[in-house]
């Protein structure tokens, strides 16, 4: 199994997937035009699309794998939580990620930081995600939906791909899983814009971009949402859940697949800043990042999600907060926690070897840079570390990443998506910027 994964305990991100970014253009139109009031157009994305869209700084970096090591099915997740990295305290759920690499030209590898998404305070998380949860939208057959069940799980993407010659983007069938994974260049503090079936916009792209990005790489992810209604698991991870055909919103599950999930998407913002220096890319007009389980491409781009909300605490919250603003603080059926009380909810690493903060001769584990087009292979006989240890949590305070944009809003105008900087009752970590650490000493090729 691949195996170099950054798990991250609950969080969300950006963006304004597609229909949001979508809304917002027409309410700026709309504005333009002095025809229509935000409100009526709020209450209507409030009917169509009910939304929870919140933040879950980092909970451990290590080289495992989500179904192993101590996953087992019958865990009780809330039960085990002793905190959360998430923004609302139920939600005990692990969403896990590969992590992103930098190639040195002298082949060394460093992990790429993670910084705050867009709209992600008040307060600056530490790594981690942003993580939404859709409801399914008119107009569709049946638009009732089960908010998964104990001991569900699932994996997205594949890690083995490395082209998308497999799949016709033409194909209905095809162009969900093509966009399942992809990577939006961010041109300074812009959050660029979607399409409103998959999300898919100008800036992004299945493979890892060949310019430069000034505002860094965002990590989309779009989660099966359709369930056979049965099976809790499958031994591929995916078998037992479908994306919908043709897209992401507003599109019916298929027969094989007809319970309905909620839509689970996920953005993480790769901190590439330091790396922009034309110094530090390869010379044959290749780009030097990669993902953590050997792959330079960014078509193996991969994750994986426990299903871990307290009781029925995801249901009561879908059934009521239909506001459709992604404002943490518009859901009052959950309880939020501030952004200080996240990032100090750690978990020790359980393989004692450096994966981050310094250069390493090779990636963790067994994961060689397979480039493709035919998909990568399992290295046999992998004799990596294997122990594990039970290493405290950390108590260090945690290294913020301060992102070029805002995380909150600090105007008394409400803005689409964008939580107000007091809305989250105790004061909470608003940093510097200024004091922006820098997240890796960098030197040019030799
Ligand atoms: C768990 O991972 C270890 C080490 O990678 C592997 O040897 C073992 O077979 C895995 N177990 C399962 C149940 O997948
Ligand atoms: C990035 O944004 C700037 C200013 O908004 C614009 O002039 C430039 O063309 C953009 N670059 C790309 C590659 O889109
Ligand atoms: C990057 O460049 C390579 C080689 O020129 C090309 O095949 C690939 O499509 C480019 N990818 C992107 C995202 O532009
Ligand atoms: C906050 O709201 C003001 C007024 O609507 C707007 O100009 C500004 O862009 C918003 N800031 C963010 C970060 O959303
Ligand atoms: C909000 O604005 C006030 C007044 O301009 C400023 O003092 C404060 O630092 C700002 N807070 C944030 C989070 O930007
Ligand atoms: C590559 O460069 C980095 C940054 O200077 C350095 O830390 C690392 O040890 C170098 N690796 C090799 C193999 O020289």
């Known amino acids: 199994m691949i195996n170099d994964y950054s798990s991250q305990n609950s969080h969300p991100s950006d963006i304004l997937p597609n229909t949001f ?16 009031s ?5 209450s209507i994305a409030l009917r169509v699309d009910g939304l929870l869209r919140f933040p879950c700084s980092q909970l451990v ?41 930098f190639k040195h030209p002298n082949g060394s590898f460093l992990r790429v930081p993670q910084m705050p998404n867009h709209n992600s305070g008040p307060g600056y998380q530490d790594g981690g995600m942003t993580v939404y949860y859709f409801q399914p939208s008119v107009p569709l057959d049946n638009l009732k939906f089960v908010p998964f069940e104990k001991g569900f799980r699932m994996r997205v993407g594949s890690p083995m791909r490395r082209t998308k010659d497999d799949l016709d983007p033409e194909d209905p069938e095809d162009i969900s899983t093509l966009h399942a994974a992809t990577l939006r260049c961010f041109n300074g503090t812009d959050a660029g814009s979607g399409g409103a079936t998959t999300g898919f916009g100008p800036e992004d792209s299945f493979e890892f971009p060949n310019r430069t990005c000034s505002g860094g790489i965002r990590s989309n992810i779009y989660f099966p949402q359709c369930w056979d209604g049965v099976n809790l698991d499958s031994p591929d991870h995916e078998s037992h859940v479908a994306h919908p055909a043709g897209g992401f919103f507003r599109t019916n599950c298929p027969e094989t697949h007809p319970v309905r999930l909620p839509l689970i998407f996920i953005e993480i913002v790769w901190d590439t800043r330091p790396f922009n220096d034309p110094a530090l890319w390869p010379t044959d007009g290749s780009q030097p990042f990669v993902l953590s ?57 359980e393989v004692p070897e450096v994966v981050e903060s310094q250069y390493i ?8 840079l397979q480039g493709g087009p035919e998909p990568a292979t399992v290295v046999p006989n992998c004799n990596v570390v294997s122990t594990t240890i039970e290493a405290p949590a950390p108590t260090a305070p945690p290294t913020i990443i301060y992102p070029p944009w805002e995380v909150c809003n600090n105007s008394t105008v409400s803005t689409f ?10 004061t909470t970590t608003i940093g510097n910027p200024q004091s922006t650490p820098a997240p890796a000493v960098i030197t040019s090729a030799a």
């Open 21 to 36: 970014q979508t809304l917002l253009r027409l309410l700026e139109m709309l504005k333009l035009l002095h025809s229509l």
């Open 417 to 426: 998506a964008a939580p107000f900087c007091n809305s989250i009752p105790k």
């Open 361 to 368: 001769e090779k990636l963790p584990g067994c994961n060689p």
């Open 38 to 42: 935000a409100l009526v157009l709020f």
């Open 61 to 101: 970096t290590e080289r495992f794998d989500p179904f192993n090591l101590t996953m087992h099915p019958d865990n009780d997740l809330p039960g085990l939580s002793t905190c959360t990295t998430c923004r609302f305290v139920e939600d005990k759920s692990n969403y896990w990620t590969a992590v992103m690499y």
């Open 293 to 349: 389980n050997g792959d330079p491409t960014g078509y193996g781009q991969h994750a994986d999600y426990v299903f871990g909300w307290e009781g029925d605490s995801l249901k009561r919250a879908m059934d009521v907060c239909t506001v459709g603003d992604g404002v943490p603080t518009s859901c009052p059926a959950l309880t939020v926690q501030d952004t200080d009380a996240m990032n100090s909810c750690k978990k020790g690493a």
